[in-house]
């Protein structure tokens, strides 16, 4: 027997916050969160009980980044400067803006590659379905965003540091 969906939300929760926020940035994620959840709750009386609840939220959450990624390429700034970015990037427990900013410069497939399989713990197999292509692929593209991390922050934090 499935447990009740609030079960799902207070196991789960957290996780798809911080991939939202990890895909997205802060300012959107709460947006994507909630989005995602509702559509989940729709849908959730058809999961089979054998599902891996974790990935099946994180795709739901996957498709919600895009649709408001490409909603936001669609808008105009209604605004003549952007407002300066929270510290952290939103991020629990981060206190150091230049990581999430560095993680928000990686190619789009590398950025969610990591926070998939960072963030959310999931499996490459689970990865290159969402993402779609191979698991290799997957792989391939949360190793060349974590060496790109390591590169870029850590090389500007221990300047002669041989790692």
């Known amino acids: 027997m499935k447990p009740p969906f609030e079960q799902i939300v207070t196991e789960h929760g957290d996780t798809v916050l911080r991939v939202c926020r990890v ?11 909630s989005e995602t959840f509702l559509t989940a709750m729709r849908a959730y009386p058809d999961l089979p009980e054998t599902a891996n609840v974790q990935a099946w939220l994180v795709t739901i959450a996957h498709r919600k980044a895009v649709d408001i990624v490409r909603a936001a390429e669609r808008n105009p700034l209604p605004v003549r400067q952007l407002p300066d970015e929270p510290a952290g990037d939103g991020v629990a427990g981060a206190d150091d803006s230049g990581l999430w900013a560095t993680v928000g410069a990686l190619p789009d497939k590398q ?50 540091d041989t790692r």
Do not use: F
């Open 111 to 160: 950025r969610r590659a990591v926070a998939y399989h960072y963030v959310a713990g999931l499996p490459y197999a689970e990865i290159a379905r969402i993402l779609g292509g191979t698991t290799e692929a997957a792989r391939r593209a949360a190793a060349d965003g974590v060496k790109s991390l390591r590169k870029a922050y850590l090389g500007a934090t221990s300047k002669g």
């Open 23 to 33: 895909v997205l940035g802060a300012h959107d994620a709460e947006d994507a969160w």
